[in-house]
């Protein structure tokens, strides 16, 4: 087992949450299900996303929203898309 840094995951971690809500895994309850993170760590990696210039959109209230990626910015969801289970192999979601 590889240890990554701390950056690579938090890196990571972004980068997979937005690839599942651009993939309609996109209200906390999916993406708590898919990800297997903390409810504070969603919620944390979801205000993260602006610092990658990932812009989210939130529908619906508190109890049912959805989300949807109005902007990549910079970032390459085709490659996260090739690269997906080597995203998930450092995040340990194999």
Known sequence: MTNYS???T???RRLYVAYLIDSGTNTVPALLDVTE???RTLQDTLKA???LDIVIESRG???NASYSVKS???IDKDWIRIN???IKNVLELV
């Open 72 to 74: 990549w910015g910079a």
């Open 61 to 63: 209230g508190t109890k």
């Open 49 to 51: 996303l602006a610092d």
């Open 84 to 86: 997906l289970q080597h």
């Open 37 to 39: 993170m903390h409810r």
């Open 6 to 8: 701390k950056t690579k």
């Open 10 to 12: 938090s890196y990571y």
